[in-house]
């Protein structure tokens, strides 16, 4: 089993619709959860960073942490052509912002106008 | 925000050239750098971490003498790839966190690298 699992997709939804991508982890350890948006050809692009458990919201953006079920998510509402991108999920533990960041697969979203 | 500038963004060469690419952090000090590589359609694959004025921590199955990493200031970190072959053409990507603060890494914006 890999340490964080991401359905690389691709994922294609109309514009305006909600949007919900996932990761599940393996180890109990991670304690600080990213989501990274990365176009093509540049370098991810930090959207939403939490600590533990808990949901924080940003704009259209949503980031929820479920550690007992070793469960993140992001959700998009109102989503825009400008959301295709993909977005990728990392994970650290608490032993600082030097650690190193395991990262899922990355799942590709298209938004269609 | 803090802000990780990655030079150059894009490079083509003959096969048999060094090459080196350079990442700071313009903003903050950064003692600990990363360096990835990506290819299409796959997620970041960690290389190496680069620490400021000591050795590289390389990732198991990535050659240390074929990519060179010398972090000689707070800000800067270099990832030379040295007699580079068309096997190495990929997308390398740097980050890093602000050591002064428990904030999470950014992101240089890649460079491609192109061997012919």
């Known amino acids: 089993q890999k340490e964080v699992e991401q359905d690389p997709g691709p994922l294609s939804v109309p514009e305006g619709a909600i949007v919900s991508l996932n990761c599940t982890y393996s180890?109990?350890?991670?304690?600080?959860f990213m989501w990274y948006r990365q176009y093509s050809r540049k370098g991810p692009e930090l959207l939403m960073y939490?600590?533990?458990?808990g949901n924080k919201e940003d704009g259209r953006f949503t980031a929820q942490v479920d550690k007992s079920s070793k469960y993140i998510s992001l959700f998009i509402r109102d989503s825009q052509p400008s959301d295709s991108a993909t977005y990728l999920c990392?994970?650290?533990?608490?032993?600082?912002?030097?650690?190193?960041?395991?990262f899922g697969k990355g799942t590709l979203l298209t938004v269609n106008p | 925000g803090a802000v990780v500038s990655q030079h150059p963004s894009w490079v083509i060469c003959k096969s048999g050239t060094s090459v080196k690419i350079e990442c700071r952090s313009l903003?903050?000090?950064?003692?600990?750098m990363f360096w990835y590589r990506q290819f299409p359609k796959q997620s970041l694959m960690l290389m190496a971490t680069?620490?400021?004025?000591?050795?590289?921590?390389?990732e198991q199955g990535v050659e240390k003498d074929k990519f060179l990493i010398n972090h000689a200031s707070l800000t800067l970190s270099t990832l030379t790839v040295t007699s580079a072959h068309p096997e190495d053409s990929s997308f390398y990507i740097c980050?890093?966190?602000?050591?002064?603060?428990?904030?999470?890494?950014?992101f240089g914006d890649g460079t491609r690298l192109s061997i012919l």
């Open positions: 980050s890093a966190p602000d050591s002064a603060s428990n904030q999470p890494q950014h």
């Open positions: 903003d903050f000090q950064a003692t600990t």
């Open positions: 180890n109990s350890a991670f304690q600080y």
């Open positions: 680069s620490n400021e004025g000591s050795k590289a921590t390389y």
């Open positions: 939490t600590y533990s458990s």
């Open positions: 990392a994970m650290r533990n608490s032993g600082g912002s030097n650690y190193k960041l395991t």
